[in-house]
Structure formats: structure tokens, C-alpha cells
């Protein structure tokens, strides 16, 4: 039996000659655990402050683990985040830049435009289409053209930005899913010798047959 075990993607795989179908369930209950394991390490501790700050909840509803099998010598199982849900789960783990698609800048939310746990209360486009909808009487691009700025009418006059605007943003890896392998390799070891163990002994005799 040999193992592998990636720093680099959130997988495990083990390759299996001629263990038969008895070593073969015991591993594939391992896997399964494992992915499982991996899974809740990552949504309860990754994304709650150890890597990232949960805001919406929308990437730990995203993070999935799978079990492959592929041919007859190998078993993996594969924890990682559904990008159909999180588009941004892999710029999270990997980082990387963000530019513009179609937009001159990147209009980030900032004060009024945040909700208390960091939420985006809006796009740009809303604010200046409904400043209202943020408590403001308006709205322009700053000289600088570095923000929007929203205009507060009543005692509260005053201008503030709302929105910053950059060229690109720069996210650093966060690691959320490969670390959790890494630090759950010696976890992972034992599950699948507990595993192999158990698949010996039904060989052997000492367990029950299926």
C-alpha cells in the first residue's frame, strides 16, 4: 500500500495492488472519513479565524469533500470549495490579483457601504444610481479619483468616501484548505494505518468476512 498525501491541493490518495476487496473497503471508509474530517476542520476553524473571518457564510457552504475512485489501484478523496458557489474560493487559498473586467476601477466598499460584520450593503452602481438607500443626498468621484464620495445633507452635512477606487487589489494566499492537510497529516496516517489494520486481520482471519 503506498500513500500520498499533497501540500499543494487539498487531496489525499492512496494506491492499492493487490490488497483485494476487503483492504479496498476498509481504505474507502478511511477516505471517506478523512474528507470529512478535512471538510469540518476547514468550515469550524479555517474560515472562523484562523485563515479567513466568516461574513456571509457562503464558502464554508461551498467547501465539499468526495471520494474518487479511479481505475482499480487508486482511492482519493478530494476536499475543496465548489467555485459555482464561491467564485472567490481559489484566490482565497492560492491569492492572486483582481483587475477590472469591464469597469475603469474596482470600487471597493468602505464605511457606510459595509454592514457590521463587513458585508457589501451595495454595488457602486446602486449607491450613485439611490444614495439615499445609504442615508446620503448624493454622490461624486473624488479629485483624486481614488473614491466615491457620498454628500450628507441636514446636521449631519459633510462628505465621505463610500467607496474606495483601485486599479487592482493584490489578495494573499490564505491557505485555508491545504494548510488543514498539512496540519491534519499525522491524523491522517493514523486513520488510514487503523484502516489497513483492520483490513489485514479480515484477511487474515481475525475479523469478520464479508
Known amino acids: 500500500m503506498e500513500l500520498g498525501i499533497s501540500t499543494n491541493a487539498g487531496a489525499v490518495a492512496i494506491r492499492f495492488r493487490e490488497a483485494g476487496p476487503v ?43 468526495r471520494v474518487e475512485v479511479i481505475g ?23 491569492g492572486g490579483t ?17 454592514t457590521a460584520s463587513g458585508v457589501a450593503r451595495m454595488s457602486a452602481r446602486q449607491f450613485i444610481q439611490n444614495p439615499a438607500a445609504l442615508g446620503f443626498a448624493g454622490s461624486f468621484v473624488s479629485r483624486s479619483g481614488r473614491a466615491i464620495m457620498g454628500v450628507r445633507s441636514g446636521r449631519g452635512a459633510g462628505v465621505e468616501p463610500v467607496f474606495a477606487l483601485a486599479n487592482q487589489v493584490t489578495l494573499k494566499p490564505r491557505r485555508y484548505l491545504s494548510s488543514a492537510l498539512d496540519e491534519q497529516r499525522g ?4 486513520r488510514i494505518g487503523v484502516a489497513a489494520q483492520a483490513g489485514i486481520q479480515e484477511v487474515a482471519g481475525a475479523g469478520p468476512h464479508g
Open 187 to 190: 491524523w491522517i496516517l493514523q
Open 98 to 114: 483582481i483587475r477590472p473586467k469591464r469597469a475603469r476601477h474596482l470600487a471597493i466598499p468602505i464605511g457606510a457601504a459595509l
Open 72 to 94: 482499480t489501484q487508486e482511492i482519493q478523496t478530494r476536499v475543496g470549495a465548489d467555485l459555482a458557489k464561491a467564485a472567490y474560493g481559489r484566490i482565497q487559498e492560492l
Open 23 to 65: 483492504m479496498a473497503r476498509h481504505v474507502l471508509q478511511a477516505m471517506r472519513d478523512i474528507g470529512l474530517h478535512l471538510q469540518g476542520v476547514v468550515r469550524r476553524d479555517k474560515l472562523r479565524g484562523q485563515a479567513l473571518n466568516t461574513r456571509t457564510g457562503t464558502l464554508g457552504r461551498a467547501i465539499f469533500s
